[in-house]
């Protein structure tokens, strides 16, 4: 895939390799391109040998490099890419009932938000490097139940 030979790139650059693990759990991270959970990865790579530790300590790796995101969410945590994603804002939606998490992408919201963020630079003094917004409700399905 092409996102994960850039990230080979980066990862050299800073003094990893890409291990066949490390390519294995890019590879599903990328390709499903949602959140997954470290459990819900390994599942998924259980055929090709990976064990559970593994997956943890490269979920850590991968985020600590900023290759992924992490979002945390009632104590679990959910794997995402972050380097290459073209989201400019992300917005997380959880559903209360059905737990359901999924992005809120809308360009005009994005946006919107974006000028509220250069407020809040130019109110505090401060750069904004990252932002997470969780908003939590019921989802659509659930409403129409
Ligand atoms: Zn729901
Ligand atoms: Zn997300």
Do not use: W
């Not at 997954?36 to 490099?65: M, Q």
């Not at 360009?107 to 630079?121: F, Q």
């Amino acid at each position: 895939m092409e996102n994960i030979s850039s990230i080979e790139k980066v990862l050299k650059e800073k003094g990893y390799k890409l291990t066949k693990q490390r390519s294995d759990i890019l590879s599903v991270i990328y390709k499903e391109n949602t959140h997954l959970s470290a459990e819900e990865i390994y599942a998924r790579l259980k055929k090709n040998n990976i064990g559970l530790a593994t997956v943890y300590r490269t979920l850590n790796l991968l985020t600590d490099l900023n290759i992924l995101k992490e979002v945390k969410i009632n104590e679990m945590s959910y794997y995402e890419p972050k380097m290459f994603s073209k989201k400019s804002l992300h917005i997380h939606f959880k559903c209360d009932k059905c737990n359901t998490i999924f992005d809120i992408d809308s360009d005009s919201i994005a946006v919107k938000y974006l000028k509220i963020n250069r407020l809040i630079e130019k109110e505090n003094n401060v750069i904004v490097n990252d932002v997470d917004i969780l908003l939590n409700g019921i989802c659509e399905k659930c409403r129409n139940k």
